[in-house]
Structures are given as structure tokens and as C-alpha cells.
């Protein structure tokens, strides 16, 4: 079967993870984010995938090639102008089979779908959405289903008094091709506000799951995405490099100091006598952590070199960042690709360091 992944949001909300990365090639723990999804897709027997791209659609293109690496054929389409998500589809529309899957290009989820798959071939339904329930549907699709699993209604982006229900929409989409004649051509078309209305009571099924889903979409949730992969809370590959000690170290990493799992810790990582690392933590290839520091419940790329006695907490690290002695880097804070942290600073309350930044030492205690 096949499935068309959306890929063209410009993931503002990941900045400055995204500034550089685009979202769907964004590292997550050990491989691509997006790599994720094509190995759940691959497990349910999706072989052939359209990635559906706008912004830095060479970049998504490089790093995962003809997707024989995760055994799946891959092909791209780059819309001339961000069409939406029902637009994008209608564009994709030439390359359509009958009956494809639809996917959000966001979402960290081991729904099952061949379940789904099956329940709209019994139902004869023209679109099934799958359904997760969540604690504040704002952000989301609100979906209201009747007892024979057809949706009664949906709501985007519900406000607070809109809402009496958990169940929304994870971004997963069993279709069939007659539903891009209700997509008006070369244009952007929301399938969330403009086509979904006109298939209720026409076709518009729901599947709810109760499986783990996640738009890892905003880097809190891009963290919460992290711990639960190496905590396996999420069926992933990864959980195999873990194994039951929950804890992944690379051959050539030199390790001094002490780990706590679950953890994931790459290659020629090197990690100085009493320094800390865990539990929940990924630190990728040729990373240092210098003595005496603590790094926990923290995500740090490849090739950043953190100093003496930090402290790295709850917090993002991208690649090539170099951090002095005695800095905290807390309560969620990013740090972009390539930036210079002074000694004794503290960065914490989310703030998020643009890429290239250079903060000279004791510049800043926010
Ligand atoms: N090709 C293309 N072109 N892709 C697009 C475009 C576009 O113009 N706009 C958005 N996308 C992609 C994004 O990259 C993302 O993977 C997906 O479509 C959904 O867009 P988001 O911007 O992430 O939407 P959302 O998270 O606010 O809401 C959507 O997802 C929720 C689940 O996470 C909706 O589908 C909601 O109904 C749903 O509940
Ligand atoms: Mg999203």
C-alpha cells in the first residue's frame, strides 16, 4: 500500500532546532525523526511513500535518499507554493493509487494500522481518521464519533468551551482517491476545514486508538518524544540497541565518569571522571563532557563540547556547540546549532539561543 507523508511545515515551533534542520530530518535519539515513521509504516506492510515537501526540500532529499535504507521506495514532490494539507494531496494527486494512507509528517505514534486499515474496508468508508485521546485537544483536531464509528463532527482548533470530548485527530489518514474530487486544483485547501466537514455523514469514519501518539512538533514534546523512545513507552528499532538494560554505549565511547540509564551514548562520546550523565539522556557522536559535570533528562547532538562542573537539564544541545565552565543550561532551554556559551552563564525558562550566538562569559543568568 501507500501512504503520502506531509512534510511541509516549516516547523516554526522547533526553532532553532528547525532554523537549520528541517523538522523531518531533525535528529531524534539515534536516527532522522521522519525514520521513525517510515519503520512503523514499513512494519505494516507500506512500502511505497511520497514525501510531500515545501521548505528545504533538498536538504529532506539528501539526507534520506531512495529510502532503500529503511526498506521503503521513496519519492518527492515539492509543491511551487505551500498549497496546505489537502492542496499538497491534490498535487500529489497524478502519483495516487485508489486507496493510500495519509500522514502528518510530525507525529512519533505506533498506532495500529492494519487495524485501521481494516476498519475502513468494513465500514466502506471514504476517509478514516485515526483517533488518539489527549489531555487539552486546543492545539488539535476535535473529533465527536457516533456509535457505528462515523463522525458526527470536527472541529480544528477547538477553543476551551468547544470542547467535551479528548478524542482528536493523530494525523493519520485512510483514503480513497475520490475524495481529492471535493480538493479544488492549484490553490492552498485545508483537508482539516474544508474537507473534512464535507464528508461528515458521507463517508468520515473514525478508528480511536489508544496507542502511544506524540506531534513532537515544539521542543518540549521533541524531549517528552526522546524519553519515551529510550524509556519504551513508544514500540520503536531503537528499543533493540537498548535492550533490557535501557542503556545504548557506542564501542569507541571512553567513559570515566558514570551513566544512568536509560541512555543513549554514541560514537568517540567522551565523558570525564566525575561527570554525570542519566538518566535520560542522548549524547551523539563526539560529544565531551567535561569533569564534574551533570547532565540529565537532556539531549545533546554531535560534536558539542560542554566545559567543567556544568550543570544540563532539561534541556536541547544541537550540534557543534562549545559551553564553558560552571554554565547551567536548564528548564528547557535550546541552544542552537553552533553556539558559544561563555563560563559561568545560566540559561533556563525556554530560552532559545539562535544558531552562530555567542555569549561571552558571565553574559547572561536568565
Ligand atoms: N506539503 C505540505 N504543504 N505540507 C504541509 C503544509 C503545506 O502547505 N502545511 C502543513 N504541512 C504538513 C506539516 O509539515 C505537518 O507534518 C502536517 O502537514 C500538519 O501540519 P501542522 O502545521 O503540524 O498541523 P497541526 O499539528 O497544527 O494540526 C494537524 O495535526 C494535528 C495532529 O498533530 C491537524 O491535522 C489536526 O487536525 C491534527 O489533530
Ligand atoms: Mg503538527
Redesign the pocket.
Known amino acids: 500500500m501507500q501512504a503520502v507523508?506531509?512534510?511541509?511545515?516549516e516547523?516554526t515551533r522547533l526553532r532553532p532546532l528547525t532554523s537549520t534542520v528541517p523538522?523531518p530530518v531533525v535528529p531524534l535519539v539515534d536516527r532522522p525523526f521522519i525514520s521513525f515513521m517510515l519503520e512503523w509504516l514499513r512494519e505494516h506492510g507500506i512500502d511505497d511513500v511520497i514525501m510531500?515537501?515545501?521548505f528545504l526540500a533538498t536538504s529532506v532529499r539528501n539526507v534520506l535518499g531512495d529510502g532503500s535504507g529503511v526498506g521503503v521506495k521513496l519519492r518527492f514532490v515539492e509543491?511551487p507554493d505551500?498549497?496546505?494539507?489537502a492542496?499538497?494531496l491534490k498535487f500529489a494527486e497524478p502519483m495516487l493509487d485508489e486507496r493510500f494512507l495519509m500522514l502528518?509528517?510530525?507525529?512519533l505514534t505506533d498506532i495500529d494500522l492494519t487495524a485501521q486499515i481494516a476498519q475502513h474496508e468494513r465500514t466502506g468508508a471514504k476517509a478514516t481518521l485515526a483517533l488518539v485521546p489527549v489531555a487539552d485537544p486546543t492545539?488539535?483536531?476535535l473529533v465527536h464519533l457516533a456509535g457505528d464509528s462515523s463522525v458526527k463532527d470536527f472541529v480544528?482548533?477547538p477553543s476551551s468551551d468547544q470542547i467535551d470530548t479528548n478524542l482528536?485527530?493523530?494525523?493519520a489518514y485512510v483514503l480513497e482517491r475520490e475524495v481529492l474530487e471535493l480538493v479544488p486544483p492549484d490553490r492552498?485547501v485545508s483537508?482539516?476545514r474544508e474537507v473534512w466537514p464535507l464528508l461528515i455523514g458521507n463517508g468520515l469514519y473514525g478508528y480511536a486508538s489508544e496507542s502511544y501518539w506524540l506531534?513532537i512538533?515544539t521542543p518540549a514534546r521533541y524531549l517528552q518524544g526522546t524519553f519515551d523512545i529510550i524509556e519504551g513507552n513508544v514500540r520503536t528499532a531503537v528499543q533493540e540497541r537498548l535492550g533490557d538494560g535501557y542503556l545504548a554505549v557506542a564501542d569507541s565511547a571512553g567513559i570515566d565518569g558514570r551513566v544512568i540509564p536509560p541512555a543513549v551514548i554514541e560514537r568517540d562520546v567522551k565523558i570525564a571522571p566525575d561527570a554525570h550523565v542519566g538518566s535520560m539522556v542522548v549524547l551523539g557522536q563526539g560529544v565531551t563532557i567535561g569533569a564534574g559535570s551533570t547532565v540529565e533528562r537532556a539531549v545533546v547532538w554531535g560534536g558539542t563540547h560542554i566545559g567543567e562542573g556544568c550543570t544540563l537539564r532539561d534541556c536541547i544541545v544541537a550540534a557543534g556547540c562549545r559551553i564553558g565552565n560552571n554554565t547551567q543550561i536548564l528548564g528547557g532551554a535550546v541552544l542552537g546549532e553552533g553556539v558559544t556559551v561563555g563560563s559561568e552563564n545560566m540559561i533556563a525558562h525556554g530560552a532559545r539561543i539562535f544558531p552562530g550566538v555567542t555569549l561571552s562569559d558571565g553574559a547572561i543568568l536568565f
Request: proline share 3%.
Open positions: 507523508i506531509l512534510v511541509g511545515g516547523g523538522k510531500s515537501c515545501g509543491e505551500p498549497r496546505g494539507t492542496g499538497a502528518n509528517g510530525d507525529v492545539a488539535y483536531g480544528e482548533k482528536i485527530s493523530a494525523g492552498n483537508i482539516e506531534d512538533g
